[in-house]
């Protein structure tokens, strides 16, 4: 399947350079394997070396794949701007999956990232560069690893929430586990030993909610 990415930031460019090598391992040197959609229709400009298509030309065999990084951007394209269209995956090649685990449509997996066993991912998740997700985690739909985020064992995230770079979210216990609501954001570099509250923001090691 070729690609057609939505986000045409520096995100979407490091994706594009994985989705380049991830068609032509599947279908060869075709024409077109990646595209990017510019948010104005009418701006034909290249991306990065790569051509640009409206969402209105996109075809049947190109996939849509959103690399925004701020988790409610990438809901409302997928949900608004691109309802009904066909969502498709990109996975680095040194990305790695150990044991059972199960993703949702639409996921990006960067460079270094690693997913252990019995995982359970929903919808347009993405995780940058050497984000992990340990054992028995369950991840919600259009969450956001920033780089080096890791998500120890027997944690709970919940939709659209937000970890950023080199944050480390402390791991739960079985039929315990550390919850992070829907909506949080985890400041970079934090370090989670607590559950955080739906659309709460924390901060610092140990992270507490960040005053306003």
């Known amino acids: 399947m070729r690609i057609a990415i939505v986000g045409t930031g520096g995100l979407g460019r490091e994706v594009a350079a994985l989705a380049v090598e991830q068609v032509r391992d599947q279908l060869g040197d075709v024409s077109d394997a990646v595209v990017f959609v510019p948010k104005n229709p009418a701006d034909d400009a290249p991306v990065a070396g790569f051509p640009t298509r409206a969402l209105a030309d996109i075809e049947d065999d190109q996939a849509l794949v959103v690399a925004v990084g701020d988790p409610e951007v990438r809901r409302r394209i997928v949900e608004e701007e691109a309802a009904g269209r066909r969502f498709g995956s990109v996975m680095a090649d040194t990305a790695r999956r150990r044991g059972r685990s199960e993703i949702g449509e639409g996921a990006v997996l960067c ?41 120890n064992g027997n944690v709970e995230i919940g939709d659209g929430a937000y970890v950023g770079a080199g944050a480390v979210i402390k791991q739960g216990a079985p039929g315990r586990p550390r919850r992070i609501g829907a909506g949080a954001v985890i400041g970079m570099g934090a370090v989670v030993t607590r559950d955080v509250a739906p659309g709460e923001t924390v901060v610092g090691n140990p992270a507490r909610p960040l005053k306003r």
């Open 111 to 151: 460079d270094g990232v690693v997913i252990t066993d019995d995982v359970r991912i929903g919808r347009h998740f993405l995780a940058n560069p050497h984000a992990c997700v340990m054992h028995d985690c369950t991840i919600g739909d259009f969450v956001t690893l920033a780089p080096g985020a890791t998500v």
